[in-house]
């Protein structure tokens, strides 16, 4: 929450939803994940913390300073891409596979 407020970044979600996102995920062993809006991580740690260790997240935002501020917290963990990209650009092009859970923070 600090980075947040050091950058101005106010739209932060709020416990409930972050609790629900852990939730949700933790009953999803191995799961893919993807979340459009990831600003500078706060729903994406929620998600993190509920994955194990076979989940696979795609983090999508297409503010460079806030996805950098998660790259910051995130990049090590390979569970996670994360991608300064926009949303609608990125549905066109993907070709993967399906999701377990999308979750539009946008």
Known sequence: MEKSKEVGFTMPSDLFIGTML??????????????????????????MDGMDAGSKSIAIDNDFELIEIAKEYFGKDKRVETLCQDGSEWIKNHKGGRFDLIFADA
């Open 22 to 47: 852990k939730t949700l995920i933790a009953s999803k062993p191995k799961g893919f994940f993807l979340e459009f809006g990831t600003g500078i991580g706060l729903s994406l740690s929620w998600m």
